[in-house]
């Protein structure tokens, strides 16, 4: 394997050049400036130096009480830094390896707090700076902090010359070289001869980066800018004069997951509201059938073997299922082409994120977190703010001028979208060039004609997701799909895998949405019982956040004193941080109503049980009483939730 190019760069007579350039009063000015930024933002003092050549930061650094980890790719830099280290008094730990080819478990470096990168970025391509940026951000922690200097091509263009020389001490460099604006880099060779007579030819390609370009890189490796300075100055003004500039970045807020919310397994005792298992019940029937439907059709070892070669996204199949479900307007018609399949919601939303395409991403405060929390990978910048209704929306997409918008319809808070405040928001969105993803994971829970996928015929820009997961009960088929506009269809399918759905998967779905309103049952046993839990709940002395009437949640402010009260009751709720800090929204509790008998009898007590009283899952004869007191009150299911 060739060795790269900077690697027969930083020999011993790259060093007798930039000895004479980094004087003794430079390197001084240069570590105190990163001591104060370093004391100023790192949460330690472990300190990794990327790049460290002679150690000439990393012993500054050392000296002033810093535990500093250097990490080189020269072999002879390394052993200066290490006699220079010794001759100074302080430890530092040294390793080889070539960073813009090896990955930080290459690097033998683990628990830092900072990161420094000084005169040592630019040797390879866009990609592998990319690359090392994003190696970068795993290896600090959620609070560390980066500080990346860069040489500003728009100085050094100001003087650049193809050729020039320089003698040091008896030895003469020869500078040949040529700037290619077109790639950015600055590539040739350096002819040097020695004191003695000896020669040696060494190759120079450099990439030379505007300050923005720096930025970029840094936004699509994850972090934020928290402040750029000039030539080591703090706050200085940074000119088409100034030579070297710093970065100072974080990593940038993630998005929880939510998975989060789940993880953690509930006490032995606990009434866990943080899901709704029981809203199976009420569709069981439906989902009876539509296997039982599967024992008409092929084998099973046919079945499994199929692949949809022909209909890849599924579309040909689904199409006339889906409009005829969603009660497509008469008279219109759902061309296959407009509908994809997917890995469910999950992964449509994954994949949906690459549309914003380096774009800015406008999303609800109160959002779900699947899309936003995917554009990290899409090298994408997230907007957060409250989308509370249309004129909300719209001037927050005039505002932010987003690449891509999503909605969540319904939404954890507040009432779902009409179409007519959809229709406002895409039309925004589609004079700034952009995308609106409607997001109705959470669909099924309301009438089959109530869906803004109909909205996609004569909405330019415009894409709304259905699952097989929420209402349905049907989440391990793992079976979304995507409506778009006629526009849009095209780029849906360039991001979205194709063969997402499996056959088997798809077979089921074509079951259940053949059905006659199979959901009827679910939506029933939700109206009644959601309004007399919301009774026990503010009887508790619980504030209630609004949410749309038939949504099987409830939604809490997620605040100590609420949560003592539901400690008390032994009752738990799944926490929703917000989108991003300082948002304007603050952190939820969503408590998923209880469906089932067993589930709503172990509420009732829950809420009539003091803390002193054992759980609701073995309540005492008071708590007992309290439920039996409270039966009235208890609708049962119809016969058609069973």
Known sequence: MPTPWYERYFTADYWTFADDEYTAERTSAEVAYLADVLAAYAPGRRVLDLGCGVGRHAVGLARRGFDVVGVDVSEYALDRAAAAAAAAGVDLELHRADLLGAQPPGWGVAGVDAAICVQAFGWGTDADQLRLLRAVHRLLPADGVLVLDHSNVLAIARHYRDEACADIGGTTFHFQRRYDPATGRSSGRVHVRRSDGSTATLPDDVRLYHPTEVDTLLTRAGFAVARTDADFSPGGAITMD??????????????????DGHREPASPGTLDLRSAPDEAEPVAPALDAAWASLSAGPPAAVRSRRYDLADPYAGMRLAPLVAAYLRWPAGRHLPPGRVTAGAGATGLLHALARLADGGTVLADAAG??????????????????????????????????????VIDRPGLLGPSWTTAQLRQVAQACAAVGGVLVVDETLGAYLPPGD?????????????????????FCAGGLRVGFAIAAPDLADAVRAVVPPLAGSALALDVTTALLTQHDSLAPLRERIAQVKPMVERHITAAGLPLLPTDPQVP???LPDEPTVREILATRRVLAKPVPPLAPGDGCGALLRMSVPLSQARLTAFVAAMSTAAAHPSPAHPSAAAASAAAACATAVPRPTSAGH
Do not use: C, N
């Open 451 to 471: 869906s803004a996928a109909p909205l996609t015929d004569d909405l330019p820009g415009t894409v709304v997701i259905r699952s097989m997961s929420k209402g």
């Open 553 to 555: 949640w409830l939604a």
């Open 242 to 259: 100034t030579r070297y500039v710093q970065f100072v970045a974080r990593r940038a807020p993630v998005v929880a997951s939510a998975l």
């Open 368 to 405: 779900h977190p699947e899309l936003p929390g995917a554009i990290g990978a899409a090298a994408s910048q997230l907007r957060v703010t409250s989308l509370r209704d249309a004129a909300a929306a719209v001037a927050a997409v005039v505002h932010h001028r987003p690449a891509l918008t």
